[in-house]
């Protein structure tokens, strides 16, 4: 919940230049739905592509305060953010809720960014694979691999300044990949896994030189242009 309309646009007008030499990385931004069709005039002749950070599942009807995925795509939306683990916090967003929205969002014709993941009591207790098995099968429950993006996000990771290691974001990413496996079989290759949980250009080279670490989902570090840019021109492996 931050950046208003004014905001998005002065964002953009220093974020897109900055990211115009960055190559082979798809950028994606989701500010909120407020400024969702300012930002998509800000990036209209640039490869930056945008998303919802939430979405509902219905077209239309009396769900007062809800956005349709039919609003979203007139907004400019080509993808939207699902089973955020600050909706299933704040607002108990339960995972078969996030189903329904995830099959409303591929019906419209919009990409998703699914997210998992555990909480620090649930990883202390060692349950972070049951977590992680649950959400995965019952989120993706009757729903194919098209336009799916899935990110990890630890949740004792997000916004405290602690970062998952390499080794724990690489054994987390595997584990998501065979059960895709399970559920796609080989296309799970495939489909990216994102890393989200206090992303910063720091850390951002070595989380991205993990084998199944596709990408980021970025935080706090986004709002800032020049931090965020430093993250999408992050230094690949050679």
């Not at 798809?26 to 919802?52: G, K, M, N, V």
């Not at 993706?140 to 724990?168: F, R, S």
């Not at 990216?192 to 706090?220: E, W």
Request: aromatic share 8%.
């Amino acid at each position: 919940m931050n950046k208003t309309i004014a905001e998005t646009r002065e964002f953009l007008h220093s974020f897109s230049p900055a990211v115009q030499k960055a190559t082979d990385v798809d950028i994606i931004i989701a500010p909120p739905f407020t400024s969702l069709s300012a930002a998509a005039d800000e990036i209209r002749d640039t490869d930056i592509q945008l998303a919802a950070q939430d979405i509902f599942w219905e077209e239309k009807g009396a769900y007062t305060g809800e956005i349709s995925p039919l609003m979203l795509l007139e907004a400019g939306c080509n993808h939207a953010i699902i089973g955020h683990s600050e909706r299933r916090q704040y607002f108990s967003e339960e995972d078969v809720i996030v189903n329904k929205k995830i099959k409303a969002a591929k019906k419209a014709g919009l990409g998703v960014i699914f997210c998992v993941g555990e909480s620090l009591e649930e990883r202390e207790a060692g349950k972070t694979f049951d977590v992680i098995k649950r959400e995965i099968e019952m989120g993706l429950a009757e729903i194919g691999p098209e336009n799916l993006v899935v990110a990890y996000e630890p949740i004792w990771a997000i916004g405290t300044g602690k970062t998952a290691t390499n080794e724990q974001a690489q054994e987390v990413h595997a584990y998501i990949r065979k059960l895709l496996g399970n559920l796609y079989g080989s296309i799970a290759e495939e489909i990216r896994i994102l890393y989200g949980g206090s992303v910063t250009p720091d850390n951002v080279d070595s989380l991205m030189a993990c084998k199944d670490v596709n990408g980021a989902l970025v935080g706090g570090a986004s709002l800032n242009p020049e931090s965020f840019a430093k993250i999408i021109c992050f230094k690949k492996e050679k």
